[in-house]
């Protein structure tokens, strides 16, 4: 690389440009592989549920973990905004992190808890870093979609100073402690975002040394500008127009109805979901905070997605939706679970689009699946921990949807041999579901069939947080729909969105939504049907179901 001692004079030519930014990511990785390492919980540990980032001395973001939660693209520059209009840059010291897990001006929900560090050099501020992870628990009903106000949900914490001058404050580190069931988690999981702050500090100090550079900002001008200018020149691309779309979505006993409309104009595009319907008595309801971090993500997957993500991706795009809709939620509307109704945004968008722009656009996907658990293990300890699975991934226009494999999301799966000792449940089943992807030309992935037994000699109690049971993933071009998903427990459907409790040897069962297929199913071949068969991707019953009893002797 040529040294950037030089290079901060000009123009930093693509070649420097390019190993900077990737030298951005690895340090960002490595502040995630430390975070992940160090975690308490299975959600961080196993889920990959966080995300960390540097942002530059204007409060932007210029670099995010590979291995994170995509949407925080949006919400992260939100939260540290909010940050720095608390504690002014000129207030901050060496040492300091500030901490907020407010859901209105953060991911959505008071579970995922952002630290902010201000990085100095010199004595003066060179960069910011700031992790986001999904705590184990933070008290009130824990984390579910059965609260009725946001006051139920957990204790809400104001932006404030976790550490001061790198002395840490107790009194706040008491408070947590007495309002949560699982404080070692907790408290493991905070000091494991510190560490992985520190981590990140102390390697973009490096980086800058060795880079001869005062400070991040000449990158991040750089960065943000060829983002920008990417998504700019792809949304020049799509069509001008007016593009709308809706779609029906189960809402805690209730269908509610999801409302989007894109104007694209030029190199801009604006995103309104007025039409959306109200706000429910559950906590399912999205802040606009997470409804404009789905939205930017999905148009970002259609504009740019090679690009790493950054502020830049931001800037020709804007969001808005009706102040008390479902996707513009504000205290004291609860919002725990508004990953349940906030996943559908981009199969919302992308239906927006996938006339324009079919080659860009993914049918729908079964989702991700998340149950909180409550309880004690089988020593009496207490247990507050979290299982998620996925359902099929959507057809794209030239690739079969992968089985088991979230959309909207990243999150990692639950291994058993670690998920039975946390929770004191045994994983009795975990098997593919057949016939549950989409037909198409190219199929949807199925989803998956999963049963758990409580094994820990006491009544364990069950959130379900589920979507999909009433509405499938949607398929494009004459693509089918994907099955739905299910939870039971000894065999008998309960609500998707409830509380329900696991007697000892009780047995939950969760059948995953599949995804959606792309394309007419006459057009798939029998080789790819018979791979399909031999995979367990479907019975041949639900092959001649879906291809036609003829399909062997379809061509390939």
């Not at 390492?37 to 973001?61: K, N, P, Q, W, Y």
């Not at 060795?210 to 949304?235: F, M, N, P, Y």
């Not at 364990?460 to 499938?472: C, D, E, H, K, L």
């Not at 993933?473 to 729909?481: D, I, S, T, V």
Request: charged share 20%; proline share 7%; hydrophobic share 40%.
């Amino acid at each position: 690389m040529t040294s950037p001692v030089t290079a901060s004079r000009r123009t930093l030519d693509p070649i420097d440009l390019a190993i900077a930014w990737d030298r951005l990511i690895s340090i960002t990785d490595e502040g995630a592989a430390a975070l992940i390492r160090t975690s308490f919980s299975m959600l961080v540990r196993e889920g990959f549920d966080l995300s960390v980032m540097i942002f530059d001395t204007r409060g932007r973001l210029i670099a995010q973990s590979r291995k994170c939660i995509p949407v925080f693209i949006g919400t992260a520059p939100v939260t540290m905004a909010h940050m720095l209009e608390r504690f002014p840059p000129q207030t901050l010291a060496p040492g300091d992190v500030v901490a907020s897990n407010d859901p209105v001006i953060g991911t959505g929900h008071m579970f995922d808890l952002a630290l902010m560090k201000p990085i100095f050099r010199g004595g003066r501020i060179v960069a910011y870093a700031m992790s986001i992870t999904h705590l184990p628990d933070i008290g009130g009903m824990g984390f579910s979609a059965a609260a009725t106000e946001i006051y139920h949900e957990g204790l809400r914490l104001p932006i404030w100073k976790l550490f001061a001058a790198g002395q840490r404050d107790e009194t706040l580190i008491e408070l947590i402690k007495l309002n949560v069931r699982v404080p070692e988690q907790v408290l493991g999981d905070i000091m494991a975002s510190v560490s992985c702050l520190e981590v990140v500090d102390r390697q973009l100090g490096e980086f800058l040394s060795e880079a001869g550079l005062a400070d991040v900002d000449q990158l991040a001008v750089s960065i943000i500008d060829q983002t920008e200018a990417a998504v700019r020149s792809a949304l020049v691309a799509i069509p001008d127009g007016a593009y709308r779309n809706e779609v029906e979505v189960e809402a805690f006993g209730d269908i509610r109805r999801l409302v989007c409309r894109i104007d694209k104009r030029g190199s801009e595009a604006s995103i309104d979901f007025a039409g959306t319907g109200p706000c429910v008595g559950a906590g399912i309801n999205v802040p606009l905070s997470y409804t404009r971090s789905m939205a930017l993500y999905t148009l970002k997957c259609i504009t740019a997605p090679r690009l790493p993500n950054n502020d830049g991706a931001t800037v020709p795009i804007s969001i808005s939706a009706p102040v008390g809709c479902l996707l513009n939620a504000v205290p004291p509307a609860p919002s725990a679970g508004r990953h349940v109704i906030g996943h559908f945004i981009p199969p919302l968008i992308f239906g927006a689009l996938a006339e324009v722009v079919p080659d860009r656009v993914m049918a729908g996907s079964g989702l991700i699946d998340f149950i909180t658990l409550q309880g004690r293990r089988p020593d009496g300890s207490g247990m507050a921990t979290t299982f998620c699975a996925a359902g099929g991934f959507g057809a794209l226009s030239d690739l079969d949807g992968q089985p088991t494999t979230p959309g909207s999301s990243n999150m990692g799966g639950m291994s058993a041999e670690l998920f039975e000792p946390e929770s004191g449940l045994v994983v009795e089943r975990k098997s593919l579901r057949p016939d549950s992807g989409g037909a198409g030309a190219y199929r949807g992935g199925p989803g998956q069939e999963i049963v758990l037994r409580n094994d820990s000699g006491s009544p364990v109690s069950v959130f379900s947080m589920a979507n999909r049971t009433q509405f499938p993933a949607q398929g494009f071009a004459g693509g089918q729909p994907g099955a739905c998903r299910q939870h039971l427990v000894n065999g008998e459907t309960i609500s998707p969105q409830g509380r329900h409790e696991l007697a000892p040897g009780d047995r939950l069962t969760l059948r995953e939504a599949g995804g959606a297929g792309f394309g007419n199913p006459q057009a798939r071949p029998a080789s790819k049907i018979t791979d399909d068969l031999r995979r367990g991707y479907a019975t041949p019953e639900g092959a001649a179901r879906a291809y036609g009893p003829d399909w062997p002797r379809r061509g390939t």
